[in-house]
């Protein structure tokens, strides 16, 4: 009997012992899943906060790059003209020169000034003077057809035209064409009908080794002026090869 109630107490200990092992380890393993749950969630949230502040930030760089890409262009326009000015002028020529050169392929410039335009502001004022330099250069972008031509106010009524992979005869033709637009072109201001012209030198070639932007600019500007002095409203092409005027170019190949 003895025997008996000592094997049953010693069974008992032995399943209660075994019910809180099995109970503390249901607790635990509760406990893990928990924690593991939670740990789970944690890192979810910590990883759409990540994917979160990514794309805000992918977004900021789309903007502020949108944003310079504006301002860069707004730095290269005339406020008057809406064209190209003078430092897209003088920044894409010299990169011109630097293709012509790396390519062997002609380049050509076109200087083009309005025909007596001083009298359009003494005789009717400098509104009728910035009338008249806004409706040529709308006339002269209107005649370009090449995305690869650049029309650029030079400076006061005076505008430059890059054109790339041009030669002589084919720069004469285009000066030709956008000579006879404004022959023909009358500008409506209020009651008065105002007929304008232009001269146009051209210079085309195949940039040397030493070649800068100003050769160009020089033999265009000598086509020109004889434009002018042989009577306005003309084109006129300078023939004659660019002597580089500079023996050490500030402009890198």
């Known amino acids: ?26 607790s635990w393993l509760l406990f893990y899943l928990q924690q593991k ?7 979810d949230q910590l990883e759409d906060s990540i994917q979160q502040r990514t794309l805000e930030l992918q977004i900021t760089l789309i903007e502020l790059a949108e944003k310079n890409k504006l301002l860069e262009q707004q730095s290269t326009i005339d406020a008057l ?38 009298s359009f502001n003494d005789n009717h004022g400098h509104l009728v003077g910035d009338l008249v330099i806004k409706e040529v250069a709308q006339s002269l972008q209107q005649e370009l057809k ?26 004469m033709l285009l000066a030709e064409q956008l000579r006879l637009c404004l022959e023909n072109q009358r500008i409506q201001h209020e009651k008065l009908e105002l007929s304008i012209s232009v001269s146009i030198g051209c210079y085309a070639g195949v940039a040397e080794i030493n070649s800068v932007s100003i050769d160009y600019i020089q033999a265009a500007d000598i086509a020109l002026y004889r434009a ?26």
């Open 81 to 118: 003209t809406g064209v190209r000015n003078r430092a897209f002028f003088d920044q894409k020529l010299s990169a011109e020169i630097k293709r012509s050169r790396r390519e062997r392929s002609t380049l050509a410039l076109l200087m083009i000034d309005i025909d007596h335009f001083k």
């Open 1 to 26: 009997m003895m025997q008996w109630l000592q094997l049953n107490w010693q069974q008992l200990l032995i399943g209660f012992s075994s019910g809180v092992v099995l109970t503390a380890l249901a």
């Open 146 to 171: 090449r995305s690869t031509d650049y029309l650029c106010r030079y400076g006061g009524e005076e505008f430059a035209i890059i054109l790339p992979n041009t030669d002589s005869e084919g720069a």
């Open 37 to 43: 749950k939670w740990q789970m969630t944690v890192a």
């Open 228 to 253: 002018k002095n042989e009577g306005r409203n003309r084109v006129v092409c300078n023939p004659e090869v660019v002597i580089p005027v500079q023996e050490t170019p500030d402009e890198s190949v």
